[in-house]
């Protein structure tokens, strides 16, 4: 670290630049002298700084005003003001003005190493925050949403657009469409993007569960909460929060949610304060809540609160033309996991992939082309692929696995879908139409059990 700290010294008495110079050099840090305000704002302008000593009385400019011009230029670098004739209410005004600490001469040499130390360990520190910010933002810029298809030009069109605002989202889609990545992708674009990202996913907490989640608690608000608990809207605060799957919320806490969007408040479980909060909403489901609406199941009020930017992501099947480009950004991404050199998908694998309906949308096909990439030498060939399950099973079931031997087009051709809803039906009647013991037997979870029951008009 100290080979690639740069500090600045401005003083214009020639004994203390040589006693910063020496002490500076005694630590390993590379460093510039100025002998005014001026030469010292000349050096700022024409080079990079991570820590400026500062004399307060100096020709041309004084070392509060460095202190304000330095902080246009480079408001990173950190800033320790050092003066012959220190007052309370001028230290006061340095640190308001953003100075890091303040030094009375003379100083004692031990302190001012402790300060220099204490501000290269933060200069450190946001260094790995800032490397950490923009590896996010270009891990969720619009780059790397794969697609060129029109629906997903579409999308980009639209994410643009409303990134930087803060205008409640709500994002429809099949399972495995990317509703998630959207999501983050929206935060990262936006002036939030420093502020956290925080993600509730509403049907993976139990009911009773989710709404401590969301708000937290108070010391003592039931057996076992021995201290107070931030929920994730608190932790979100300034960011953005995701509710995924808010389909699945009950009613009450439909609620609860209803008051934080309208009056940006809540209370903590126990709590009788409510506690104030910015954050930027966006949800997802991958229902239709229109229809939930018309049962009783989701509140009208706030499918409309939520639905000021609606943007729905397309199935696979119907974006086509993406699943070569996706493929190809699977086998480079796996390829690099597995320390392989697959160089792509031969001619024959990629018309079964086309021609694959995919219900388990990108999620599928990224676990697919996992294994395949596993399994392959070379390159991907229709052997390889039809020696993979997820092509069989349809992204979230298990129903195919007792016929994994056969090969895949020939299962294709008996038709998949009349199969699958067959078998459905039969674990249905068998359990007398219980869901929970019908998920067991098919072996999927019962979330998965009510997409397929509602994808075969099973409902009912």
């Known amino acids: 670290m100290n080979s690639v700290i740069k500090i600045l010294i401005a003083d214009d008495e020639e004994s203390m630049r040589f006693f910063l110079s020496e002490m500076i050099k005694k630590e390993g840090y590379l460093f510039e002298t100025a002998v005014d305000g001026g030469d010292a704002l000349s050096k700022i302008k024409g080079s990079s700084f991570d820590i400026a000593i500062l004399?307060?009385?100096?020709?041309?400019?004084?070392?509060?005003?460095?202190?304000?011009?330095?902080?246009?230029?480079?408001?990173?670098?950190?800033?320790?003001?050092?003066?012959?004739?220190?007052?309370?209410?001028?230290?006061?005004?340095?640190?308001?003005?953003?100075?890091?600490?303040?030094?009375?001469?003379?100083?004692?040499?031990?302190?001012?190493?402790?300060?220099i130390k204490r501000a290269v360990e933060k200069i450190g520190l946001q260094k790995e925050i800032k490397c950490l910010k923009e590896s996010l933002t270009e891990r969720f810029g619009l780059g790397n949403i794969i697609g060129d298809s029109p629906p997903m030009q579409k999308v980009y069109d639209l994410v643009k657009k409303i990134a930087d605002t803060d205008i409640t989202v709500l994002i429809t889609g099949e399972s495995g469409t990317g509703k998630e990545l959207i999501a983050q992708t929206i935060h990262y674009m936006s002036n939030r993007k420093d502020k956290p990202f925080v993600k509730v996913n509403c049907a993976a907490i139990p009911e009773t569960l989710l709404e401590e989640e969301l708000f937290g608690h108070e010391k003592g608000a039931f057996t076992g909460a021995h201290q107070q608990k931030p929920g994730k809207f608190e932790l979100a605060n300034n960011g953005t929060v995701f509710l995924d799957e808010i389909g699945d919320m009950t009613l009450s806490t439909q609620t609860k949610i209803l008051r934080v969007i309208q009056e940006r408040e809540f209370e903590r479980i126990g709590g009788i304060k409510p506690i104030k909060v910015d954050v930027r909403l966006i949800a997802a489901t991958n229902m239709d809540l229109m229809k939930s609406i018309s049962e009783g199941r989701f509140r009208e009020e706030l499918y409309y609160r939520l639905n000021v930017m609606p943007i729905h992501l397309p199935p696979l099947r119907e974006r086509q033309g993406d699943i070569p480009l996706l493929a190809e950004h699977f086998i480079k991404k796996y390829n690099k996991c597995f320390n392989k050199n697959i160089k792509g998908i031969m001619p024959e694998a990629n018309d079964i992939l086309l021609k694959y309906d995919w219900p388990g949308n990108i999620r599928e096909l990224e676990n697919l082309i996992q294994r395949c990439v596993v399994l392959a030498k070379d390159e991907i060939g229709a052997e390889i692929i039809s020696l993979c399950p997820p092509l069989l099973k349809g992204g979230e079931?298990?129903?195919?696995?007792?016929?994994?031997?056969?090969?895949?087009?020939?299962?294709?051709?008996?038709?998949?879908e009349e199969l699958e809803k067959e078998m459905i039906l039969e674990a249905l009647n068998k359990e007398k139409w219980k869901r929970e013991e019908t998920a067991k037997r098919l072996k999927i979870s019962r979330k998965s059990l009510h997409n397929k029951m509602k994808k075969y008009g099973l409902l009912g």
């Open 55 to 115: 004399d307060l009385k100096m020709p041309k400019l004084s070392g509060m005003e460095l202190l304000s011009e330095l902080k246009k230029v480079s408001p990173e670098t950190v800033v320790i003001i050092i003066t012959a004739h220190g007052t309370r209410n001028i230290a006061i005004e340095a640190i308001e003005k953003g100075a890091y600490d303040y030094f009375t001469k003379p100083f004692d040499v031990n302190e001012m190493r402790i300060v």
């Open 397 to 416: 079931g298990g129903l195919f696995e007792e016929a994994e031997e056969l090969p895949m087009l020939k299962r294709a051709e008996k038709g998949r």
